[in-house]
């Protein structure tokens, strides 16, 4: 009955006994989690970034794509106002008529 009370108590302290870690240990693992939590932090301010350059991007192409809009429509505005009958009409307003006799042509 002795030995089977001795066993009990030896592995009852060895249960008890805890391990101590060495100072490099304590270190390295120190350095580990703050290189964890730094990476855990980067990786979210990365993210962020990521989505407010989106979001720029986004705004500028519905910005050009409104330009790009108003371009066509001031082409139009163009090509309407620069018709042969307009000018036409423009110049007999102010009395100027055709004279095919300045027209030169231009030949390579």
Not at 87 to 103: F, H, P, S
Request: proline share 0%; aromatic share 4%.
């Amino acid at each position: 009955m002795n030995v089977l009370i001795n066993r009990v108590e030896k592995i009852a302290n060895v249960r008890k006994k805890h391990v101590r870690l060495t100072r490099f240990e304590r270190v390295t693992l120190v350095v580990l989690a703050s290189i964890i939590i730094l990476l855990m932090a980067s990786s979210i301010y990365t993210r962020s970034l990521v989505s407010e350059i989106n979001v720029r991007v986004e705004t500028i192409k519905e910005e050009t794509q409104k330009i790009s809009v108003n371009n066509q429509v001031l082409q139009q505005k163009i090509d309407d106002l620069m018709t042969y009958d307009r000018i036409v009409d423009i110049a007999t307003k102010y009395g100027l008529k055709q004279n095919e006799k300045n027209v030169k042509a231009v030949t390579e």
